[in-house]
């Protein structure tokens, strides 16, 4: 089992910043893969980015260029970076953990609302 704690949201300008956090606990050492997805109000869950124990990277396309995704595995945290967000970037964010084994857990979602 695996608990994920995200925080960070909040509400910022078009332009701004924000990093969330997603603070992992449980059975870390089973982890494969972290990241980070959003969902926006009528829509689907979607990737934002991923992280593999190895540290290579994947971002959706939207995120590119603006948003990074690191993680500090003495912490056991993973970090989303965003900068010149949009107001097409509000949503629930959420943090998940593919397991080795098979399986995800996710957080509880922090909200981002980016207003014009």
């Known amino acids: 089992q695996v608990q994920l704690v995200e925080s960070g949201g909040g509400l910022v300008q078009a332009g701004g910043s924000l990093r969330l956090s997603c603070a992992a606990s449980g059975s870390i050492r089973s982890i494969w893969i972290m990241g980070w997805y959003r969902q926006a109000p009528g829509n689907q869950r979607e990737l934002v980015a991923t992280?593999?124990?190895?540290?290579?990277?994947n971002y959706a396309d939207s995120a590119k260029g603006r948003f990074t995704i690191s993680r500090d595995n003495a912490k056991n945290t993973v970090y989303l970076e965003m900068n010149s967000l949009k107001p097409e970037d509000t949503a629930v964010y959420y943090c998940s953990a593919r397991m080795i084994m098979g399986g995800d857990y996710w957080g509880q979602g922090t909200q981002v609302t980016v207003s014009s």
């Open positions: 992280i593999t124990g190895g540290y290579s990277t």
